[in-house]
């Protein structure tokens, strides 16, 4: 389940925020975690989970532009798509900037993407159910 799926529910976004919260606190305390090995792993968690996360915030406050306009119901589907377009244009961006610019270490910049792309699967059925 994606950030989209949240922004049209009865509740106008607020599980989608709290999804982004808890994607943001994922990646953060793994990479505190992983501070203990070294600072470098530390920093390589902050970009990979960034490289998920950033995204993911974009294309939720592209969502909410989108959606405030009225829309033509074939509209919608256009806006999307092209959301998830600028989404994965910019996953693919950080993830390059992360591993050629910055030298990240590989295994825990993939640790921590992997832990917010997991954390957007299972979190919506947990926050959908309180």
């Given amino acids: 389940m994606s950030v ?3 922004l049209y529910d009865k509740n106008g976004g607020k599980v989608a925020r709290k999804l982004l919260i808890l994607q943001l606190l994922t ?8 501070g203990f090995k070294s600072s470098w792993w530390s920093v390589s968690a902050l970009l990979g989970g960034m490289a998920a996360w950033l995204p993911n915030a974009l294309f939720m406050l592209y969502a909410w532009r989108q959606q405030a306009q009225t829309t033509v119901s074939g509209r919608v589907a256009w806006s999307f798509v092209i959301g998830e377009a600028l989404k994965v244009v910019a996953t ?23 832990s917010v792309l997991i954390t957007q699967i299972v ?4 926050i959908n159910r309180s």
């Fill in 123 to 126: 979190a919506p059925t947990v």
């Fill in 92 to 114: 693919i961006t950080l993830l390059v900037i992360a591993l050629g610019l910055f030298k990240a270490a590989f295994a825990p910049l993939g640790m921590a993407y992997l």
């Fill in 27 to 34: 990646f953060v305390l793994l990479s505190a975690a992983l």
């Fill in 4 to 6: 989209s799926y949240s």
